[in-house]
T-cell receptor
Framework: GESVGLHLPTLSVQEGDNSIINCAYSNSASDYFIWYKQESGKGPQFIIDIRSNMDKRQGQRVTVLLNKTVKHLSLQIAATQPGDSAVYFCAGGSNYKLTFGKGTLLTVNP | NAGVTQTPKFQVLKTGQSMTLQCAQDMNHEYMSWYRQDPGMGLRLIHYSVGAGITDQGEVPNGYNVSRSTTEDFPLRLLSAAPSQTSVYFC????????????FGQGTRLTVV
């Protein structure tokens, strides 16, 4: 099965800096990866996704990078804002099942 | 659109009691799923459904039942609650499968004493 983990459980950055959250996965057959943001007391909220036939995908202030050789993906947040403070989860899998990592708590300091 | 609605938001059960967590979506999504989230853990898949009448087990299905009689509703039943089922439960729906954007409900915080 899939195992998805994060390199660091917490990340603290200064407002305006760029943030990078990393994630590793184990199943080479995984063909879909997704990042979610979860604020305290709320359900996860979609940020960005990427399929295995891509290396990079950009959204508004966010970029996801996928390195299939080392089974690693990362989420980059540009110009981090206080509203970005939350727990970030990566998830990977295929059509019917996703496996989530344990999450990284991002704290943005003013 | 309300999106994904879960009820109740909070529940306390005694060991051995049964209950149903409700989940409804109004987006006409085919794929629905239930996750549990424990402290310091990611979300773990309990059961999922790819359409009305079709359900399947996820990573941690023991102690839970589901059914999908309509596209809109996907209830999760706890047959005989145990303290190990104390958790926050999230229902999610997505257009066709797990590999598209999922919309999550606000969660049900369940405590089994």
């Amino acid at each position: 099965g899939e195992s998805v983990g994060l390199h660091l459980p917490t990340l603290s950055v200064q407002e305006g800096d760029n943030s990078i959250i990393n994630c590793a996965y184990s199943n080479s057959a995984s063909d879909y990866f997704i990042w979610y943001k979860q604020e305290s007391g709320k359900g996860p909220q979609f940020i960005i996704d990427i399929r295995s036939n891509m290396d990079k995908r950009q959204g508004q202030r966010v970029t996801v990078l996928l390195n299939k050789t080392v089974k690693h993906l990362s989420l980059q947040i540009a110009a981090t804002q206080p509203g970005d403070s939350a727990v970030y989860f990566c998830a990977g899998g295929s059509n019917y099942k996703l496996t989530f990592g344990k999450g990284t708590l991002l704290t943005v300091n003013p | 659109n309300a999106g994904v609605t879960q009820t109740p938001k909070f529940q306390v059960l005694k060991t051995g009691q049964s209950m149903t967590l409700q989940c409804a979506q109004d987006m006409n999504h085919e794929y629905m799923s239930w996750y549990r989230q424990d402290p310091g853990m990611g979300l773990r898949l309990i059961h999922y459904s790819v359409g009305a009448g079709i359900t399947d087990q996820g990573e941690v299905p023991n102690g839970y039942n589901v059914s999908r009689s309509t596209t809109e509703d996907f209830p999760l039943r706890l047959l005989s609650a145990a303290p190990s089922q104390t958790s926050v439960y999230f229902c999610a729906s997505s257009y066709q499968s797990a590999n598209t954007e999922a919309f999550f409900g606000q969660g049900t915080r369940l405590t089994v004493v």
